[in-house]
T-cell receptor
C-alpha cells in the first residue's frame, strides 16, 4: 500500500466550469504522476512532478494544469472542463523516479 | 502513434489452463517493461517487470518473456484462476536521467478465467 488517496472519487460537472482533483500521499515520495484512462487508449500521462514546484507535461497535457506546493499533494486542474475530459483519472507515485509506479484508486469525472 | 500495443482486446481461458497476454512496442529506446492488473473501480496494481538485459522473469504463477529483436513481450499465467479475471496493461519506460520513470501504456487486454 503506497498510501495514495484521491479526492473526490466521483464528480459530475458542467462544461466550462473549473475542476480540481487532488492526489495525496503519505510517504513523501518525490515523483508523482497524473494519468487518464479511456477505452481503447489505456493510461496516458497528463503531467508529472519530480519535486515541489517541479512539474512537466506529459503526452496529453492540453487543457490541464498542475501544482505541487507540498511534497504530499499533487493537484490536477481542468481550467474549463469539456466533455472530452470525461474520463477516469489516476494519480501515481514512484520511488526515487524508478519505473515501477503505484497507483491511487482513481477519480471518475463526468463532464456534461 | 501508439508506441505500445496490445492487439488482443480480450482473452477467455478455462481455470487451470495457461493465459498468454501479448504486447508489442515500437520504440527501441524502451528498456524496462512492466505488467499491471486492474480490477473495476480500482487503480492498476503492479504485477511483474523485466529489464531489457533479461529475456525472462518469473514470480510465482506469473512469467514475463521479452524478445528484444521482435520488440515483443508476453505475460504467462499458469495455472489461471478465476481471481485473475481483470484488465491487464503492459507498460514501457526508457532509460536516462530525464525519463523520470515515465511510463507508456498499452490499451489493455480483458482476461476472463472461467471456472
Amino acid at each position: 500500500d503506497a498510501g495514495i488517496t484521491q479526492s473526490p472519487r466521483h464528480k459530475v460537472t458542467e462544461t466550462g466550469t473549473p475542476v480540481t482533483l487532488r492526489c495525496h500521499q503519505t510517504e513523501n515520495h518525490r515523483y508523482m504522476y497524473w494519468y487518464r484512462q479511456d477505452p481503447g487508449h489505456g493510461l496516458r500521462l497528463i503531467h508529472y512532478s519530480y519535486g515541489v514546484k517541479d512539474t512537466d507535461k506529459g503526452e496529453v497535457s492540453d487543457g490541464y494544469s498542475v501544482s505541487r506546493s507540498k511534497t504530499e499533494d499533487f493537484l490536477l486542474t481542468l481550467e474549463s472542463a469539456t466533455s472530452s475530459q470525461t474520463s477516469v483519472y489516476f494519480c501515481a507515485i514512484s520511488i526515487q523516479g524508478k519505473e515501477t509506479q503505484y497507483f491511487g484508486p482513481g477519480t471518475r469525472l463526468l463532464v456534461l | 502513434d501508439q508506441q505500445v500495443k496490445q492487439n488482443s482486446p480480450s482473452l477467455s481461458v478455462q481455470e487451470g489452463r495457461i493465459s498468454i497476454l501479448n504486447c508489442d512496442y515500437t520504440n527501441s529506446m524502451f528498456d524496462y517493461f512492466l505488467w499491471y492488473k486492474k480490477y473495476p473501480a480500482e487503480g492498476p496494481t503492479f504485477l511483474i517487470s523485466i529489464s531489457s538485459i533479461k529475456d525472462k522473469n518469473e514470480d510465482g504463477r506469473f512469467t514475463v518473456f521479452l524478445n528484444k529483436s521482435a520488440k515483443h513481450l508476453s505475460l504467462h499465467i499458469v495455472p489461471s484462476q478465476p481471481g485473475d479475471s481483470a484488465v491487464y496493461f503492459c507498460a514501457a519506460s526508457g532509460s536516462g536521467g530525464t525519463s523520470y520513470g515515465k511510463l507508456t501504456f498499452g490499451q489493455g487486454t480483458i482476461l476472463t478465467v472461467h471456472p
